[in-house]
C-alpha cells in the first residue's frame, strides 16, 4: 500500500515585495482563490500516474489534478489548507510570505482570529489520515493532492499510526512524500 502526499504546483498570485498588514486578508483571499502558474515536472507526473485520486477542492489543488493529466475520483473537503488568521500589526510593512508566516506562528500558539483553530485543524488532519488510509487499504495505490501544511499534518498522523516515510520531505511546489504501510 503506497500512499502519495502531493503539495499543489506554484499559486499564480500577483507577486508584491511588502504589504501592510490590513492587506492580508485580501491577500488570503486572492491566494486562496488562485490557480496555478507552472507544471510539474516529467518525474513528478511519472511517480503520480496509476494512483487513486483524491484532492482538496481548492482551485490550485484542482489545476495541479488536471496539470498531471489525471483526473481526480474523490474531492475531499476536508483536504482544504489550514487557515491563516490575519491580524491587524499597524506601521509594519512586510513581504506576505514573512505575513503568512508570522501568522502561522501565532496561530499554532493558539491566537486564530476568526478561523479555524490549531486544535481543529490538528483533529481534521487526523480524520484525513483515516479517510486516506482506508481508501489506500481499498485502492492499494492513492495520491493525495493538497497543500504543504496540511500534507504534514497529515503525514504525522500517518506516521503516529505506523506509516513509514519512504522519501525525504520535501516542502517546495510539486513536493510529494510516500508513505508506505
Same mark, same amino acid.
Given at each position: 500500500?503506497?500512499?502519495?502526499?502531493?503539495?499543489?504546483?506554484?499559486?499564480?498570485?500577483?507577486?508584491?515585495?511588502?504589504?501592510?498588514?490590513?492587506?492580508?486578508?485580501?491577500?488570503?483571499?486572492?491566494?486562496?482563490?488562485?490557480?496555478?502558474?507552472?507544471?510539474?515536472?516529467?518525474?513528478?507526473?511519472?511517480?503520480?500516474?496509476?494512483h487513486?485520486?483524491? &484532492? %482538496?477542492?481548492?482551485? !490550485? +489543488?484542482?489545476?495541479?489534478?488536471?496539470? =498531471?493529466?489525471?483526473?481526480?475520483?474523490?474531492?475531499?473537503?476536508?483536504?482544504?489548507?489550514?487557515?491563516?488568521?490575519?491580524?491587524n500589526l499597524?506601521?509594519?510593512?512586510?513581504?506576505?510570505?514573512?505575513?503568512?508566516?508570522?501568522?502561522?506562528?501565532?496561530?499554532?500558539?493558539?491566537?486564530?482570529?476568526?478561523?479555524?483553530?490549531? &486544535? %481543529?485543524?490538528?483533529? !481534521? +488532519?487526523?480524520?484525513?489520515?483515516?479517510? =486516506?488510509?482506508?481508501?489506500?487499504?481499498?485502492?492499494?495505490?492513492?495520491?493525495?493532492?493538497?497543500?504543504?501544511?496540511?500534507?504534514?499534518?497529515?503525514?504525522?498522523?500517518?506516521?503516529?499510526?505506523?506509516?513509514?516515510?519512504?522519501?525525504?520531505?520535501?516542502?517546495?511546489?510539486?513536493?510529494?512524500?510516500?508513505?508506505?504501510?
Open positions: 500500500m503506497e500512499l502519495l502526499l502531493l503539495r499543489h504546483g506554484k499559486p499564480e498570485i500577483e507577486s508584491v515585495t511588502t504589504i501592510r498588514a490590513a492587506a492580508m486578508n485580501a491577500w488570503i483571499k486572492d491566494y486562496d482563490a488562485a490557480g496555478i502558474t507552472d507544471a510539474p515536472d516529467a518525474s513528478v507526473v511519472a511517480a503520480c500516474q496509476k487513486f485520486v483524491v &484532492t %482538496s477542492p481548492m482551485p !490550485r +489543488a484542482l489545476e495541479s489534478v488536471t496539470a =498531471l493529466g489525471l483526473k481526480p475520483y474523490m474531492i475531499i473537503a476536508a483536504l482544504c489548507e489550514a487557515p491563516l488568521p490575519a491580524f499597524p506601521l509594519l510593512k512586510l513581504t506576505p510570505l514573512t505575513w503568512a508566516t508570522l501568522y502561522r506562528l501565532f496561530w499554532m500558539a493558539g491566537v486564530s482570529g476568526d478561523v479555524e483553530s490549531f &486544535t %481543529s485543524v490538528k483533529k !481534521r +488532519a487526523a480524520s484525513v489520515a483515516d479517510e =486516506l488510509a482506508n481508501l489506500t487499504e481499498a485502492h492499494g495505490r492513492v495520491l493525495s493532492v493538497g497543500h504543504g501544511f496540511m500534507n504534514m499534518l497529515i503525514a504525522r498522523e500517518l506516521q503516529k499510526a505506523g506509516w513509514k516515510q519512504q522519501n525525504p520531505r520535501e516542502s517546495g511546489y510539486w513536493a510529494g512524500m510516500a508513505l508506505v504501510r
